[in-house]
Protein backbone atom coordinates (compact mmCIF):
# COMPACT_ATOMS: atom_id res chain seq x y z
CA UNK A 1 0.00 0.00 0.00
CA UNK A 2 3.15 2.44 0.64
CA UNK A 3 4.03 2.38 -2.88
CA UNK A 4 0.51 2.60 -3.96
CA UNK A 5 0.25 5.88 -1.89
CA UNK A 6 3.60 6.86 -3.12
CA UNK A 7 2.45 6.75 -6.63
CA UNK A 8 -0.61 8.48 -5.93
CA UNK A 9 1.26 10.95 -4.56
CA UNK A 10 4.00 11.69 -7.35
CA UNK A 11 0.85 11.64 -9.81
CA UNK A 12 -1.00 14.80 -7.54
CA UNK A 13 2.27 16.69 -6.97
CA UNK A 14 3.09 16.24 -10.50
CA UNK A 15 -0.20 17.91 -11.18
CA UNK A 16 -0.12 20.35 -8.73
CA UNK A 17 3.31 21.84 -9.58
CA UNK A 18 2.28 21.37 -13.81
CA UNK A 19 -0.55 23.92 -12.54
CA UNK A 20 1.81 26.31 -10.89
CA UNK A 21 3.89 26.42 -13.47
CA UNK A 22 0.87 27.41 -15.59
CA UNK A 23 -0.08 30.19 -12.94
CA UNK A 24 0.73 34.15 -13.42
CA UNK A 25 4.10 34.55 -12.57
CA UNK A 26 3.32 38.22 -10.39
CA UNK A 27 1.69 35.99 -8.06
CA UNK A 28 3.36 34.67 -4.92
CA UNK A 29 2.91 31.25 -4.28
CA UNK A 30 3.14 28.77 -1.26
CA UNK A 31 3.18 25.30 -1.41
CA UNK A 32 3.25 22.85 1.81
CA UNK A 33 3.07 19.56 1.59
CA UNK A 34 3.14 16.18 3.82
CA UNK A 35 3.96 12.80 2.52
CA UNK A 36 6.41 10.40 2.01
CA UNK A 37 7.68 11.16 -1.23
CA UNK A 38 11.43 10.38 -1.68
CA UNK A 39 14.30 13.55 -2.70
CA UNK A 40 14.94 11.85 -6.00
CA UNK A 41 11.21 12.79 -6.68
CA UNK A 42 11.88 16.20 -6.23
CA UNK A 43 15.46 16.31 -7.91
CA UNK A 44 13.72 14.77 -11.51
CA UNK A 45 11.69 17.21 -11.37
CA UNK A 46 11.08 20.76 -12.38
CA UNK A 47 9.00 22.57 -10.23
CA UNK A 48 10.21 25.99 -10.52
CA UNK A 49 9.91 26.78 -6.72
CA UNK A 50 12.57 27.22 -4.12
CA UNK A 51 11.98 25.24 -0.55
CA UNK A 52 12.19 26.95 2.05
CA UNK A 53 14.73 24.91 4.14
CA UNK A 54 17.20 25.22 1.27
CA UNK A 55 17.11 28.82 1.10
CA UNK A 56 16.80 29.48 4.85
CA UNK A 57 19.88 28.40 7.12
CA UNK A 58 19.33 24.95 6.97
CA UNK A 59 20.35 24.28 10.77
CA UNK A 60 20.64 20.37 11.17
CA UNK A 61 18.07 20.38 13.60
CA UNK A 62 15.66 21.63 11.34
CA UNK A 63 16.76 18.78 8.51
CA UNK A 64 13.90 15.96 9.44
CA UNK A 65 10.52 16.67 9.46
CA UNK A 66 9.82 12.34 10.53
CA UNK A 67 12.60 11.67 12.79
CA UNK A 68 12.48 7.91 14.08
CA UNK A 69 15.43 8.72 16.50
CA UNK A 70 13.75 11.51 18.52
CA UNK A 71 10.20 10.81 18.20
CA UNK A 72 8.51 7.97 19.96
CA UNK A 73 5.72 8.02 17.98
CA UNK A 74 7.58 6.67 15.43
CA UNK A 75 8.09 2.52 15.41
CA UNK A 76 9.83 0.15 13.02
CA UNK A 77 13.37 0.35 11.37
CA UNK A 78 12.69 4.16 9.31
CA UNK A 79 15.51 6.17 8.81
CA UNK A 80 14.95 10.35 9.62
CA UNK A 81 13.63 11.84 6.40
CA UNK A 82 12.15 15.10 5.44
CA UNK A 83 8.85 14.17 4.32
CA UNK A 84 7.23 17.59 5.45
CA UNK A 85 8.41 20.73 2.73
CA UNK A 86 7.12 24.61 2.25
CA UNK A 87 7.33 25.25 -1.31
CA UNK A 88 7.55 28.90 -2.02
CA UNK A 89 7.74 31.65 -5.41
CA UNK A 90 8.60 35.06 -5.48
CA UNK A 91 6.47 37.82 -7.78
CA UNK A 92 8.56 38.35 -10.29
CA UNK A 93 7.16 42.04 -10.14
CA UNK A 94 9.43 44.11 -8.35
CA UNK A 95 6.62 44.70 -5.80
CA UNK A 96 5.13 42.24 -3.86
CA UNK A 97 8.71 40.37 -3.38
CA UNK A 98 8.30 37.45 -0.99
CA UNK A 99 11.87 36.26 0.84
CA UNK A 100 12.24 33.43 3.65
CA UNK A 101 13.67 34.55 6.44
CA UNK A 102 13.64 31.10 9.01
CA UNK A 103 12.17 28.03 9.60
CA UNK A 104 12.01 25.90 12.75
CA UNK A 105 10.21 22.67 13.58
CA UNK A 106 6.80 22.55 15.40
CA UNK A 107 5.47 19.73 17.40
CA UNK A 108 8.76 18.53 18.75
CA UNK A 109 7.43 18.72 22.56
CA UNK A 110 5.13 16.20 24.02
CA UNK A 111 1.93 16.66 24.39
CA UNK A 112 0.79 18.11 28.04
CA UNK A 113 -0.45 14.80 29.40
CA UNK A 114 2.44 12.96 28.62
CA UNK A 115 6.07 12.56 28.67
CA UNK A 116 6.18 10.06 26.27
CA UNK A 117 3.75 10.76 23.42
CA UNK A 118 4.21 13.79 20.66
CA UNK A 119 1.29 14.99 18.87
CA UNK A 120 2.09 13.16 15.35
CA UNK A 121 4.81 10.98 13.94
CA UNK A 122 5.88 14.27 11.69
CA UNK A 123 7.08 17.44 12.98
CA UNK A 124 5.33 20.65 11.27
CA UNK A 125 7.26 23.13 9.70
CA UNK A 126 6.56 27.09 10.40
CA UNK A 127 8.36 29.15 7.91
CA UNK A 128 8.94 33.01 8.12
CA UNK A 129 8.86 35.17 5.25
CA UNK A 130 9.35 39.10 4.73
CA UNK A 131 7.18 40.53 2.11
CA UNK A 132 8.30 43.83 0.43
CA UNK A 133 5.89 46.16 -1.00
Known amino acids: ?6 FI ?3 TY ?15 ILFGISSQISDTFWNS ?10 MTDQ ?11 LNSNITGNDK ?4 DRIFFRSSTSINNQLKPVHMELEGIQHIKT ?6 STH ?10 N
Open 1 to 6: IDLFNA
Open 9 to 11: DEN
Open 14 to 28: SYCFEQINKNNPNHI
Open 45 to 54: HTINLDDLWQ
Open 59 to 69: RPETTYTFDPE
Open 80 to 83: PERY
Open 114 to 119: SDIVFP
Open 123 to 132: WAIQGYFDVD
